[in-house]
């Protein structure tokens, strides 16, 4: 293995886990996708009725709270957290460097923000609260929650951005082995490209092939444990046997 140079993360505040309450509510659009119910608790997925969108909060991998992502459940518009820091409005529009709060008519040049995406790793914190060793990597949150419903721990990028600081995230984790799963695009075979270079250096890196028919794992829900059992080793192209499905690690 290489000795590991890692970076510095940068000294951020994390939210106050109280902007969640509002969103204490379910709305059946991740449930119409697979997700349980219970993989939705655990995630602590809600839902905003004022933007009809169903809120993913981002959490670091000390459990604080990071970001919260919105995402309608109408179309597939998405944005992360912005919101006025006097009233807490989410009607804030930017002019030039400012943003103008429709709610309450503040003007301010630091809107409250989460902590940018390119610095976290969706449900890494899950990883830490229940030391797993053995997990798989995607691109898209709602991947993620598709495999644990299934069983199998997972964690997201958040996109097909794979940074500095998401690798060293995740060499710092307990993960020891670590199951790569893309989109069967163009951008997710060069996420994969980059994922693999970056990790396999630091632990043990292995290679799931979603069906070509389906565009990601959510789509081809019905044979992710298929996917995972005949995952092969990217160094010596071998399988490693059979999942246990509901196991958190091996």
């Known amino acids: 293995m290489r000795p590991m140079r890692l970076t510095v993360p940068a000294r951020y505040k994390p939210l106050d886990t109280t902007l969640l309450d509002a969103y204490k509510r379910r709305h059946p659009y991740l449930g119409e996708r697979g997700i349980s119910e219970e993989v939705q608790r655990l995630c602590q997925i809600g839902y905003d009725q004022r933007s009809n969108t169903v809120t993913i909060p981002w959490f670091n991998a000390d459990g604080s709270l990071g970001n919260i992502k919105y995402r309608r459940v109408n179309e597939k518009t998405f944005w992360y957290l912005t919101k006025c820091p006097a009233c807490l409005g989410d009607k804030i529009i930017r002019k030039g460097r400012v943003y103008n709060c429709a709610s309450c008519g503040i003007?301010?040049?630091?809107?409250?923000?989460?902590?940018?995406?390119?610095?976290?790793?969706?449900?890494?914190?899950?990883?830490?609260?229940?030391?797993?060793?053995?997990?798989?990597?995607?691109?898209?949150?709602?991947?993620?929650?598709?495999?644990?419903?299934?069983?199998?721990?997972?964690?997201?990028?958040?996109?097909?951005?794979?940074?500095?600081?998401?690798?060293?995230?995740?060499?710092?984790?307990?993960?020891?082995?670590?199951?790569?799963?893309?989109?069967?695009?163009?951008?997710?075979?060069?996420?994969?490209?980059?994922?693999?270079?970056?990790?396999?250096?630091?632990?043990?890196?292995?290679?799931?092939?979603?069906?070509?028919?389906?565009?990601?794992?959510?789509?081809?829900?019905?044979?992710?444990?298929?996917?995972?059992?005949?995952?092969?080793?990217?160094?010596?192209?071998?399988?490693?046997?059979k999942y246990r499905q509901g196991s958190n690690a091996r």
């Not at 082995?177 to 490209?193: L, M, P, T």
């Open 107 to 241: 003007i301010t040049e630091n809107p409250l923000r989460g902590r940018p995406i390119r610095e976290m790793v969706y449900a890494l914190n899950l990883v830490y609260e229940r030391k797993i060793k053995r997990a798989a990597i995607v691109e898209a949150e709602i991947d993620a929650m598709t495999l644990w419903t299934a069983g199998m721990p997972a964690i997201a990028t958040g996109g097909t951005a794979f940074t500095a600081t998401k690798r060293d995230l995740i060499i710092r984790s307990p993960i020891e082995e670590i199951i790569v799963i893309r989109d069967n695009d163009r951008a997710g075979r060069d996420w994969q490209r980059r994922v693999l270079a970056e990790l396999s250096p630091y632990m043990s890196v292995r290679i799931a092939a979603v069906p070509g028919r389906y565009k990601d794992v959510n789509e081809g829900r019905e044979k992710v444990a298929g996917m995972v059992k005949i995952a092969r080793s990217y160094r010596k192209n071998i399988f490693w046997g």
